[in-house]
Structure formats: structure tokens, C-alpha cells
């Protein structure tokens, strides 16, 4: 039993440790977030549905509806599995140019981008907390494929998803 709450204790330990090394601030980005920050605080931000199919990668941040893990029927298996009370959806896009892309979201969320079957993996990553509008940004390579976009693990129904190329 005393081992037990040993390790209990360190794993508690190691988890604020983790939160506490966090990068905190806007300037803590790995690179310049700039365009990303204001196309996510865009007020003109269309609103999609989980579920939604669109004709191809938006030029302009959305605001995408989550709804419950169970609900939101991911067409892939999330890299990882979300915590119970959050939130998942998907959004599928028909056409993407071939490119390099920055997908940043407003929200802290897990991010899978799924092409010809297959999810892929970061290039890069950077996020920070305390800083208004963004809270993380992923690049990929995208092929000239269609792809599916799931978000999950997040805390509200709904996050602003910038889908940028890269610069």
C-alpha cells in the first residue's frame, strides 16, 4: 500500500511539474503567430458542424462544433484517447493544395489530420498558454488529397481552427 502512494505521489509530482514548464505568453511560440492569432480572432469566422463536408481547405479560420466523443463518430481513432467531459468532432475537406500547412487552434485540443487513410504525423509543434486567441499550431505536409480534420480532447463544444499555408 505504501508503494502505492509513493508512486501516486510522484506521478502527481510530475504532472505539475509538467504544467508548471509550460511556455506561458504569446512570445513563447516557436515561430511568429501573428496571422495565425488573427484569423483565429476573425469575427467573420464561418461556424461548421462536425460532420461537415467542405469543397476544399478554408482561406479563413472556422469555428467548428464538437459534441461528445461517443457523438462525434471520428472516421479515424484518435492518436489519443479523450478524456471523459471533453469534446471531439471532425470536419472533411474534398480538395487541398500540396504544401506545408500551420493548423492552429484557438483552444487546447488533440489534432489528427488523416490522409488516403492514413494519420499523419507533425512536422512541427509549438503552444503556449496565456495568450489570447491561440493556444497551439501544428504544421503538416499535406499531399494534394483529400483529408479529414479531427479535433479532440477539447474542453468546450466549440474551438476557431486556422488551416494556413505555412510561410
Known sequence: ????????????????ALAADEPSGCDKFKWPIERERAALTAPDRAKLASG???????????????????????P?????APK???????????????????ISLSAGAWI?????GHVLKPV??????????????????LSAQPLVLQISGARQNSLSI??????
Request: with cysteine; net charge negative.
Open 162 to 167: 486556422a488551416i494556413l499555408p505555412s510561410e
Open 112 to 116: 489528427d489530420v488523416v490522409q488516403d
Open 76 to 80: 479515424t481513432l484518435p492518436e489519443r
Open 124 to 141: 512541427a509543434f509549438s503552444g503556449a498558454t496565456d495568450c489570447d486567441g491561440i493556444r497551439k499550431t501544428v504544421k503538416y505536409e
Open 84 to 102: 471523459d467531459g471533453s469534446f471531439a468532432g471532425f470536419a472533411s475537406f474534398k480538395t487541398a493544395k500540396a504544401g506545408l500547412y500551420t
Open 1 to 16: 500500500m505504501r508503494i502505492l502512494t509513493c508512486v501516486a505521489a510522484l506521478m502527481l509530482g510530475a504532472t505539475s
Open 52 to 74: 461537415s463536408e467542405q469543397p476544399a481547405l478554408p482561406s479563413t479560420a472556422v469555428t467548428l462544433g464538437l459534441v461528445a466523443p461517443a457523438d462525434a463518430r471520428l
